[in-house]
């Protein structure tokens, strides 16, 4: 009914990727479920509390605890951030998309050029189609570089 996870990912690094949101997803979901639990406990308690308010036990706590979370979340990352590095070995060329407000520049190590948009005529896609296409070879494992410079309005 609900499907709160990414779409299925084609490649490792976006499978690690997958695993690293699901993973923090459940961390952020238990630290959440745990704090308002706490909250409806100090809520409907009829204790007072002010004991614990000079406690040198309860900052030792809330120091270390959030301290550990953020460690959790750091090791799935690193490791995620070392296998996308390992992977980008096998790469054979480099191409890099630089976005523009309203054009795109393409490069890699043979060239590089500006890509324009049409204007809307008959016939033609709106927004695909450009001036001047570019062309990947086939068999070629290539690392797209995506960035910006400006607005990006389309791609």
Do not use: A
């Not at 709160?4 to 997803?25: E, K």
């Amino acid at each position: 009914m609900f499907n709160y996870s990414l779409v299925n990912m084609s490649s490792f690094s976006g499978i690690f990727i997958d695993v690293f949101y699901s993973y923090s997803f459940l961390l952020v979901l238990f630290v959440s479920v745990f704090v308002f639990g706490l909250l409806s406990v100090f809520y409907h308690s009829v204790f007072l509390y002010s004991d614990y308010l000079d406690d040198s036990y309860v900052e030792l706590y809330w120091t270390f605890i959030p301290g550990l979370i953020l460690f959790c979340l750091s090791v799935p990352s690193f490791i995620s951030l070392y296998y996308q590095d390992k992977l980008s070995l096998g790469v054979n060329d480099n191409f890099k998309i630089l976005g523009n407000q309203w054009y795109w520049s393409f490069s890699n190590s043979l060239y590089f050029f500006d890509c324009y948009i049409h204007t809307l005529k008959d016939g033609l896609w709106r927004i695909l189609s450009v001036q001047d296409s570019f062309f990947l070879s086939s068999n070629v494992i290539y690392r797209v570089l995506f960035t910006s410079s400006d607005v990006i309005h389309s791609y």
